[in-house]
């Protein structure tokens, strides 16, 4: 959607001749913080934080604010929790021992070179750029 709407205001601006041809795409950037900060003031906190901080009451208040209660016929959030507690324990038995440089050790290494190279083929392909193209064909 961020993709969408940047298209569409620079679209719009490119062919303006004065300096507002760079000013409205910042302007427009600095109006997102104020409803995203409103939406996260808002939102309820996760029901695995506050397992992870062993507040099972919070968790449980979380998981009954984050669930439709006309929907659910079969839920109980007590079990629910019982399954993040679990989850939770196996996360951290699988995590003790590890360390950083694991990651450039053995299969963890594949994997390792398979994201960077995902993540490195988005910039050098010229997603960065593309808004761009559309001006450079203009002039």
């Known amino acids: 959607m961020g993709q969408f709407i ?8 490119v062919l303006r001749e004065d300096q507002w041809a760079y000013r409205i795409p910042f302007a427009i950037q600095w109006v997102w913080p104020i ?11 996760s029901p695995w934080w506050h397992v992870r901080r062993g507040d099972k009451a919070g968790a449980r208040a979380a998981l009954l604010r984050l669930t439709s209660p006309g929907r659910a016929v079969n839920f109980n959030p007590d079990e629910t ?25 053995g299969s963890d290494l594949r994997r390792t ?7 490195i083929a988005q910039t050098i392909c010229g997603t960065n750029i593309m808004g ?4 450079v064909s203009q002039h």
Do not use: Q, S
Not at 35 to 45: F, R
């Open 6 to 13: 940047a298209a569409g205001v620079n679209r719009a601006c």
């Open 35 to 45: 409803p995203i900060a409103i939406g996260v003031a808002l939102a309820p906190e």
């Open 81 to 105: 929790i019982a399954m993040i507690e679990h989850t939770n324990e196996m996360e951290k038995n699988m995590k003790e021992g590890t360390r950083w440089r694991d990651l450039f050790k």
């Open 113 to 119: 070179e398979i994201v960077c190279f995902a993540w």
């Open 132 to 135: 761009y193209l559309y001006v």
